[in-house]
């Protein structure tokens, strides 16, 4: 008689016990598909003019250009409004302003070609274009073009003018850095990441071996002429001088030192005349923007900012009043930090790649270094620990739990070719919502074989030490 109760209360215990843990994970599994679907339908998207949020006011013009899944180029007056915008082509990367002309832009894009062009037997291919629009009129020029033979890792993130005829060009497709006239479309001068590095290092050659993201050309000082590459792949800056070639003792960071560059995108060089040599970048994959200052021939890290959203940023420019332009792509906005290190002006968008301030001239042309500034650096742990202003930040919460299952390099590559109106919430909540599903199935099936009976133990040697 005292087995019964007893029995009965050890079947009751289970299934209470399963019963809660069906209820948790049903609510984990409800609240994650809520927070998608809210992303799916009013998710931040740029693809038309009417969807673009206006800006707050600033005292110039702004360009933020969009790569990815929603190419756009987007001009913002300085009341905030929309002065200009284009989706015509695939992807949109680099931007800045036309000397003498503040309000006319050049900018590189890239298409996909689905049907036959030159250096295209076998669509689907890339057209790499560089253009100049006006942004009054819309009036578009295309200033030279190039048709390659393949689609992924097939573009120019970057081009700098020369002078009126010259260009330098960034090129992903070749592994390769070259000066172009573009009236005549002869390649002038080349340099080959081949000649300097081994094909071991970066990523698998020739699969988007070096991922050529950026150059510069240098008008200042003593480097006046050289030229300033980033080799992605290789985690490096480097500096080539157009006869003796890479200049080994200048190059920041290195293929194995990723918590010094990690994939950077858009360094800009800070001459001696404004408090350097210094190079300001984003620092993408480790999460920050950095800058180095160049001290008795070494480059040494004199700021870092960061803050609990930032995530996967890839352009920095340094403005004439001290604050610094942050693009952070899959934080989906572009910021102004001020000299203090608080964000003073911040726009949304959907995967910025690049933004320029107008009438201040190209990328950092007219800030000053950190040192001769005195900045501070800013980090999360200095700050707020990642909880926000608000308490609890959504951001920081549910992408911390994500980057804890998955790499953050993982964790951005599957960010950028999802659905567009997936962020980093949105990324966060499937994540959790499918681990927590996956984890409910398991169980059930743990559950219903051992009701049946089937217990499944590891198997324990008999062999005694």
Known sequence: MTNRPRSSLARIRPALTRTRIRVGLGVVVLLSTAVVAAAASGGLSTASKEAVPEAPPT???TVVTESGRAGTITAYQPDGEVLY???????????????????????TATDTIHTDGPNCGDPPCARNVIERVDLETGAVEVVYERYDHKETAAEWHDVDRIDERHVLVADIVADQVFIVDTETEVVEWLWDAQSEFPLESGHSFPNDWTHINDVEYIEDGRMEGRIMVSVRNQNRVVFLDREEGLLENWTLGGENDTDVLNEQHNPDFIPESRGGPAVLVADSENGQIKEFQREDGEWNRSWLWEDERIQWPRDADRLPNGNTLITDTHGNRVMAVNESGDIVWTVESTLPYEAERLETGAESVSGQSARELGLESRTVTEDDGGTGEFGIDPFAF?????????????????????????????????AVGL???????????????????????????????
């Open 398 to 430: 549910l992408g911390g739990i994500v980057e804890s299952i998955l790499p953050h390099r993982i964790y951005n590559a599957l960010i950028f070719v999802a659905p567009v109106w997936v962020g980093e919430t949105a990324a966060a909540a499937i």
């Open 59 to 61: 005292e110039n013009h």
């Open 435 to 465: 681990l927590s599903g996956l984890t409910w199935v398991g169980l059930e099936i743990r559950w219903t074989l051992r009701d049946a009976g089937i217990r499944f133990r590891l198997p324990v040697s008999r062999e005694r030490e």
């Open 85 to 107: 915008y284009n989706n015509s082509r695939t992807k949109y990367f680099d931007v800045d302003p036309v000397e003498g002309d503040p309000l006319t832009v050049e900018y």
